[in-house]
Structure formats: structure tokens, C-alpha cells
């Protein structure tokens, strides 16, 4: 179990960036996998990256490479997601969500969630 905490969204004029942070709980937080996902009105939950904490391994949907970046803060145990260059397509809800064992673009395979914060891009 991992408790997951979001923050950063809000509304942001295309062309600009956001940071979006994941807290991450628990006693055993590190041996999960944590990611982003993200679900527009009448769409699909879309996943857009993946940071594997133990070994810093990382994945970004393609919808998404050369403008976010997803990294893990062993800090601050958090895991953060830069949003550069926005795009009204990228208005979403954004999910921060957890899972044992590897990246995967499946949010059906993850079991623990976030509460989702709102990304507005306006053109």
C-alpha cells in the first residue's frame, strides 16, 4: 500500500509548463512502480510516464516524449512531472498512480491512485 498525493495542476496558457509532484507514502513506496496518466473528457485513461523508483528507470508515453519529463525525487520522495510546451490536447485530469513490479501502460494494472488534478492548457 501507498499513499499518493498530487499537486502542481491548474490552468496554464499553451505553450507554457506545468510541474506536476507525486508524494509518495509508506513504508515500502520503493518497490513500486509510479506513474501518470492522464484522461480527457470522452477519452480513454491515456498513460503518459512511469519512473520504476529502485533504479530510476523511466518510460514516457510517445503522445508525449521531447516535452514532459518524468523524474523521481529520492528526497523528497516524490515523483515529479515536467510539462513543457502544452498543448490544449493535453487538458486532462492527471492521475498519479502506483503498482508492484515494472512500468506498464495499463492503468488497469495499477491498484493504488491518487485523487487526479486538473491540467486546463487554453489556446
Known amino acids: 500500500q501507498v499513499l499518493l498525493v498530487e499537486s502542481g495542476g491548474g490552468q496554464v496558457q499553451a505553450g507554457g509548463s506545468l510541474r506536476l509532484s507525486c508524494a509518495a507514502s509508506g513504508r515500502t513506496f520503493f518497490l513500486y512502480t509510479v506513474a501518470w496518466f492522464r484522461q480527457a473528457p470522452g477519452k480513454d485513461r491515456e498513460f503518459v510516464g512511469a519512473v520504476v523508483w529502485s533504479g530510476n528507470m523511466a518510460n514516457l508515453g510517445d503522445s508525449v516524449k521531447g516535452r514532459f519529463t518524468i523524474s523521481r525525487d529520492n528526497v523528497k520522495n516524490t515523483v515529479n512531472l515536467q510539462m513543457n510546451s502544452l498543448k490544449p490536447e493535453d487538458t486532462a485530469v492527471y492521475y498519479c498512480?502506483?503498482?508492484?513490479?515494472?512500468?506498464?501502460?495499463?492503468?488497469?494494472?495499477?491498484?493504488?491512485w491518487g485523487q487526479g488534478t486538473q491540467v486546463t492548457v487554453s489556446s
Open positions: 498512480a502506483a503498482k508492484r513490479g515494472g512500468i506498464s501502460d495499463r492503468s488497469e494494472m495499477y491498484d493504488n
